[in-house]
Structures are given as C-alpha cells and as structure tokens.
C-alpha cells in the first residue's frame, strides 16, 4: 500500500481562503485573487480547509505527483502573499548615448529612442498591475505575483538587442530589484 501524498499551507490572520476544487479564492486586506488550476493529473488531487489550513492530499505517491503539490502550493503561497503584502518590481532605465524615453498610456507602454531607433516599441501592463516611473526608475507594484512579473518581463523585453553583443551594447531597461512589501 502507498503513503498518502499530503502538503499543509498555513492561512495568515486577516485572510480568508474558500475552496471549490479545482478553483481556489484567496481574499486579503488589499484584495482578492481567484484561481482555478486545470490538467489531467488534477483528478488525482483533494484540497480542503481545515480550521486555519489548507490541505492538499494525493492518493498517488509518484515523482509527478509530488512535483504537482509542490506547484499547487507554491501558486496560493503567491496569492496569500499578493493578498497580504504584495509584490513590487522595480526596474532602471539604461542608456550610454541615446536617451530612452518611455511612457505609460493606459495599459500600454512606449518605448521612444531606443538606441537613436525612430521606431517606437510597444508593450502591455498585465491584469490590474500599477506601473510608476519616476525619471529613470520605474516601479512595478500589484497583488498577483504572475501579472508583476510578466510586465516587467514585457518592459524589459521590448528593449531586447538582436544582433549586437550584449557587452559592448548595454543599453535597455532591467529589472533591478524584486520584492515582497
């Protein structure tokens, strides 16, 4: 007979956490976040509330499903987290020469004078993230960790070089520090 597959995640004070699997919703002092996790293998997955716990158990003690709990958990950790503390990412503008200028309209933002290049680059703010920029700092701030996380990569993507080496050539906009209020 298999050992019975069973992680616990502790709910904070001031967090309430309702489960109606394979969907979970986590609401917190800045906000609500909802989730529902999908795929093939979770059929072979139990999650419930105990008193101030969650509980996600497996019937199958396999290498995969091991693997699967611990993405599980990692995913409402992040949301416990975003719902109590928030996520900040910030970011600094880089130039040598050319002077980049960026702009936030909306949910989209442009890149101007990207190494002299007239051509403007443009890209998204994902979900209800908030994007500042103070001079050449820009910070990133939000409840879900995916959506942060995405519009810096988006930001620091569309400064990508191609064909030109990366040593010499460093201009761009980087992610320079990534936070946990």
């Avoid at 309702?18 to 989730?35: H, M, N």
């Avoid at 529902?36 to 059929?43: D, H, Q, T, V």
């Avoid at 700092?137 to 939000?142: C, F, L, S």
Wanted: charged share 35%.
């Amino acid at each position: 007979m298999e050992k019975v597959l069973e992680e616990r995640i502790e709910i904070p004070g001031g967090t309430d956490v309702s489960i109606e699997w394979p969907s979970v919703k986590v609401k917190g002092p800045k906000g609500t976040l909802q989730r529902e996790f999908k795929g093939p293998m979770l059929r072979f997955f139990e999650m419930e509330k105990k008193g101030n716990e969650i509980v996600i158990r497996s019937s199958y003690n396999r290498r995969k499903m091991r693997a699967m709990i611990g993405t599980i958990r990692a995913h409402i950790r992040n949301m416990i987290g975003g719902v109590t503390e928030g996520y900040v990412y910030k970011m600094k503008i880089h130039y040598v020469h050319f002077p980049i200028t960026m702009e936030i309209k909306g949910d989209k933002i442009i890149v101007k004078n990207f190494l002299g290049e007239r051509t403007i680059r443009k890209t998204s703010i994902v979900g209800k993230t908030k994007v500042e920029q103070k001079k050449d700092d820009i910070v990133i701030t939000g409840i879900d960790k995916e959506d942060v996380a995405q519009t810096a990569a988006n930001i620091e993507n569309s400064c990508r070089l191609s064909r030109k080496d990366r040593r010499t050539f460093l201009d761009g906009i980087y992610i320079t520090e990534k936070d946990a209020r």
